[in-house]
């Protein structure tokens, strides 16, 4: 796709701004209370109302319009806006036993991979140029799993143990660094029982866009398989603190995926070097699918 004439419209300053994401943050707010009478800002600055299907009594998400969608929508008759509510699809995350022995056995496959020795290995590489004081994850599902697949039985334990993975790189870090590593996580779909199972693995549940905007030069970010421009976010928000990005990044690679990359992608990868890729075929594909555990550069 070419994008030439959305870079040409928005010129040098980068869309996915913390003003934008705050505006959300306020917006979602005032919906739970069930205020209609705000605005949202477009990739102009003019204010429109809110999307007319928004209901203060149903859920609601925040959309992340890519850089794609967005220069598809510049010559059309709407409104483009970066950051903005809408009604959220997702059907509800029931409720479970958090002490559920398959937790157990799942932590058990991981602990004993050699995945897990990869992954370790890749936190003691001498690329690690700076302190890690916190992860911050995106999108990693729901840990119980979305129920199981016949063709492919690993697919339940996928996104519990991409959190056990994380888990384990922040205590590996603080036992390395001797300092306290955090992890929060944000994922619309998780409800109070996953907030209870990811607390025992000392991770902290926040709310989109917290995730984000929490994200510094000194944070790992953990974005496996999303389905949404994470990395768009992410590179605008390093442009707008004119840096070069977070610590280390594990997520896509790939251009085309359903988080896309962009020129300022790019150019923020270019800061990083990739340590482990993860692929078909490889054993965690099932687990971690085409991912990227990156440092940044020592003069990224
Ligand atoms: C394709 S799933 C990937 C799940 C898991 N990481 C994997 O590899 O299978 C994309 C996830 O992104 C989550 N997601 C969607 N919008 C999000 C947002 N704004 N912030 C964080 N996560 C989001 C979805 O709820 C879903 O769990």
């Known amino acids: 796709m070419d994008l030439t004439s959305l870079y040409n419209h928005i010129k040098d300053k980068p869309v996915f701004i913390r003003k934008r994401l705050q505006e959300a943050q306020d917006n979602m707010e005032s919906l739970r209370q069930g ?6 800002t477009d990739l102009d600055g003019e204010e429109w109302n809110p999307d007319s299907s928004l209901d203060p009594s149903q859920p609601a998400r925040i959309h992340y319009e890519s850089y794609q969608d967005m220069a598809q ?13 809408r009604p959220s699809m997702e059907i509800q995350n029931p409720s479970y036993d958090v002490n559920d022995p398959k937790f157990r056995q799942w932590e058990k496959v991981w602990v004993q991979s050699t995945e897990r020795e990869k ?28 129920g199981e697949d016949e063709d492919d039985p690993e697919v339940e334990k996928r996104n519990y143990v991409q959190h056990l993975a994380v888990r384990d790189m922040a205590q590996e870090l603080a036992r390395l660094q001797n300092t306290d590593v955090r992890v929060f996580a944000q994922d619309p779909q998780y ?26 030069e000194s944070t790992f970010v953990v974005a496996i398989c999303t389905s949404f421009p994470v990395r768009q976010v992410v590179a605008d928000l390093f442009l707008e603190r004119g840096t070069k990005g977070p610590a280390g990044i594990w997520g896509h690679f790939d251009p085309g995926s359903d988080d896309p990359a962009s020129e300022r992608v790019d150019t923020m990868m270019s800061n990083f070097v990739g340590i482990w890729t993860i692929g078909e075929g490889d054993e965690f594909w099932n687990y971690f699918g085409d991912s990227r555990f990156s440092w940044k550069r020592r003069d990224g």
């Open 73 to 85: 929508m510049l010559f059309g008759p709407d409104p483009i806006i970066p950051v903005g509510l």
């Open 191 to 216: 409800n109070e029982d996953d907030k209870t199972l990811l607390e025992k693995l000392s991770i902290t549940i926040v709310n989109d866009p917290e995730a984000f905007l929490k994200i510094d």
């Open 35 to 40: 205020d209609l009478g705000w605005g949202e």
């Open 119 to 146: 992954l370790l290995s890749c936190i003691n590489n001498s690329n690690r140029h700076s302190p890690i004081t916190q992860i911050v994850c995106i999108g990693l599902g729901i840990p119980q799993g979305e």
